[in-house]
């Protein structure tokens, strides 16, 4: 029902900054809870950062103070602001959303119906 397009990856230094985009095909972001996670090679997809349908922020621990989400409801954008990246940020980034998940719910994958088809980061040292 929903489809996410990401985009804005690609390779950076380490100390450097990127900004990821996520469009969606329907005006959705002031009702939908939208995250975003990542997937280096041989992990598993873990949590970055969320913002709920009632307007509250979620980051991982390895990304706070360095990651910033937000909406833009005017454009149906979602963007990640990354910055002070390392190489162990490497991985490729999804955008998911959902309807109305708050609290814990906002970081497990699971919960999530909707997903792009990732876009590529790459840190060097």
């Known amino acids: 029902q929903v489809q996410l397009v990401e985009s804005g990856g690609g390779l950076v230094q380490a100390g450097g900054s990127l900004r990821l985009s996520c469009a969606a095909s329907?005006?959705?972001?002031?009702?939908?809870?939208m995250g975003w996670f990542r997937q280096a090679p041989g992990k598993e997809r873990e949590f970055v950062a969320a913002?709920?349908?009632?307007?509250?922020?979620y980051y991982a621990d390895s990304v706070k103070g360095r990651f910033t989400i937000s909406v833009d409801n005017a454009k149906n954008t979602m963007a990640l602001q990354m910055m002070s990246l390392k190489p162990e940020d490497t991985a490729v980034y999804y955008c998911?959303?959902?309807?109305?998940?708050?609290?814990?719910?906002?970081?497990?994958?699971?919960?999530?119906?909707?997903w792009g088809q990732g876009t590529q980061v790459t840190v060097s040292s």
């Open positions: 329907a005006r959705t972001f002031s009702r939908y809870t």
């Open positions: 998911a959303a959902d309807r109305f998940l708050s609290g814990v719910a906002t970081m497990e994958s699971g919960k999530y119906d909707y």
């Open positions: 913002i709920s349908w009632s307007g509250g922020t």
